[in-house]
């Protein structure tokens, strides 16, 4: 009886198993291990970093006055079609990725190695950035909108493809067993089993692109591809600081504009 | 009879007249916009021209500086850990503050617009407001990705503490327990498994903006990824993009295993 007792007041618990803890101490070890030797080894030159703020208060001197007058003449061609380069390029990828998603996901299609080689496709775009996307499509059809609405397209259709894939292998198999009942064709079944499930989440996805690709697309520019960018680049080059501020001034609104217009959106229609 | 050709006449699943003015007007749009940005037929076709013979001098990828590829690669990697550390940390009491059920309004408004602020620009432009501060080199590039994931976790934390049961910090609060605990113990626990998922996305993505930043010379391998590109050097190019891809995928299925060792239950066992 004793003997149980202190056997019960010396028992120690624990939460979690010994692999675990030793998954966890590895991966703190590790993440310190990192940090100190990433610290040990960069290049950091102290003297930049001591004289960051005079540098930063001769930034701000020289951005103000904002160049308002710059705007008709060199920032809003170039803006509207930033603006343009972002919506074709969501419509291309969405054109483009909806096959591709449709052929990743495994009810739909039926096939492993299709279903495979499609999540290939998708995590071959995803992996490239889209500016190097653009660098690519710059060297192809060289500077311009065209190479940049391409990299937008091409970044947008690994994102797109996989949140559509997996919306549609997520969807209710009741309908679409109905729908076979009744000896619907394979698209029938598409069209009137599989898109009203999934149509709340495509809208969603393509509005969540739409507001990634408006930010995305106004520094393609500095690569040649087109937009905004490239009045920023020039400006840039120039040293015309008053023009950078008018140019970063106007990609600010644009994105906030775009958030508000999303959220809206999504608000009315999901 | 005549019940019978009536329902034959009908038409089930009518399509939308709404669905229609939306095809038109998308249609519309397309036309009008590629008109805008002076696409043309000859000009891709001759593109498509240029891309073969783009393609072939890619092939095969040739190593042509090892060094600066390792050492481009090695900067990268080290920008993408500072920065998602500091970045991190920082994050964390900026997004407390954010949280608009734990915070009063004249603390959370500030919080809140220093997160929407940092969210709007891109990590490329961010960066080359770091170059003129601070000079050429990778603290430009963790700077710049700094700001950028206290943007994003700040957000993210901010949203799920928002979400958390207020019963359990109402019971810490009940114990008389000073803020901090209160933190630690009613706020922390709900929170932590997400935060790791966050935390994790956010190293995945400063690595992959790390490779990029290099473009306007914040540091990383997109310095010397850019200058190839400008030399021409396109099978240098290609073995720069493959070891890239390969770095982020490994970077991904790290993630991905740190979340499961996180995520995973604990088993109370006695030992």
């Known amino acids: ?270 | 009879m005549a019940a019978l050709s009536t329902a034959a006449g009908r038409v089930a699943l009518r399509p939308s007249v709404w669905a229609r003015v939306g095809w038109v007007l998308l249609a519309v749009y397309v036309v009008y916009a590629l008109g805008r940005l002076d696409f043309s037929w000859p000009r891709f076709v001759t593109g498509l021209d240029n891309g073969a013979r783009f393609f072939a001098r890619m092939l095969p990828p040739r190593v042509a500086q090892p060094d600066s590829l390792l050492q481009g690669l090695t900067e990268s990697l080290e920008i993408a850990i500072l920065a998602s550390c500091i970045g991190i940390l920082l994050s964390l009491p900026i997004g407390l503050l954010a949280a608009r059920n734990l915070m009063p309004a004249w603390a959370s408004w500030p919080a809140r617009a220093l997160i929407a602020a940092t969210r709007s620009f891109h990590p490329v432009i961010v960066a080359i407001i770091f170059v003129k501060a601070v000079g050429f080199g990778a603290l430009a590039g963790i700077g710049a990705l700094v700001v950028g994931s206290v943007g994003f976790i700040g957000k993210l934390f901010a949203e799920a503490i928002e979400e958390i049961s207020l019963k359990q910090v109402e019971a810490i609060r009940a114990t008389g327990a000073p803020f901090m605990n209160v933190i630690t113990y009613g706020v922390m626990p709900q929170v932590f498994g997400r935060f790791i998922g966050f935390a994790t996305y956010q190293l995945d993505s400063n690595l992959r903006n790390s490779t990029m930043v290099g473009i306007v010379g914040a540091g990383g391998i997109g310095g010397t990824l850019f200058s190839a590109f400008q030399r021409f050097d396109y099978d240098f190019v290609a073995a720069i993009l493959l070891s890239i891809i390969a770095m982020i995928m490994v970077g991904e299925v790290l993630a991905a295993w740190v979340r499961g060792v996180f995520l995973e239950k604990g088993k109370v066992e006695e030992e």
């Open chain 1, 1 to 270: 009886m004793n003997a149980a007792l202190d056997h019960a007041q010396t028992r120690t618990w624990r939460r979690f198993s010994p692999r675990q803890r030793l998954a966890r101490f590895t991966i703190y070890f590790v993440i310190v291990a990192a940090i100190v030797a990433s610290a040990r080894s960069v290049e950091v030159i102290p003297e930049f970093l001591y004289d960051a703020p005079e540098q930063v208060r001769d930034l701000l001197q020289r951005m103000w006055p904002i160049a308002w007058s710059h705007y008709p003449g060199g920032v809003h061609d170039a803006l509207m079609e930033t603006l343009h380069i972002a919506t074709l390029g969501t419509i291309l990828a969405i054109a483009m990725a909806l096959p591709i998603g449709l052929a990743a996901a495994h009810n739909v299609v039926p096939s492993r190695t299709i279903n495979y080689l499609a999540k290939l496709v998708l995590v071959a775009s995803r992996s490239v950035n889209s500016l190097v996307w653009a660098l690519l499509f710059v060297a192809v059809f060289g500077p311009g909108a065209l190479a940049g609405t391409l990299a937008i397209a091409f970044r947008s259709i690994g994102f797109v493809g996989k949140l559509v894939g997996e919306a549609l292998e997520e969807a209710d198999r009741g309908t679409i067993e109905a729908l076979e009942a009744t000896g619907a064709s394979w698209s029938a079944q598409l069209a009137w089993g599989y898109w009203p499930q999934v149509q709340p989440a495509f809208w969603s996805v393509a509005l969540f692109r739409w507001d990634i690709n408006v930010r995305e697309s106004a520094v393609l520019g500095l690569v040649g591809a087109g937009g905004i960018g490239m009045a920023l680049d020039t400006a840039l080059n120039l040293f015309q600081w008053n023009r950078v501020a008018m140019v970063l001034f106007s990609i600010f609104a644009v994105v906030v504009v775009a958030e508000i217009v999303v959220t809206q959106i999504r608000d009315r229609i999901l």
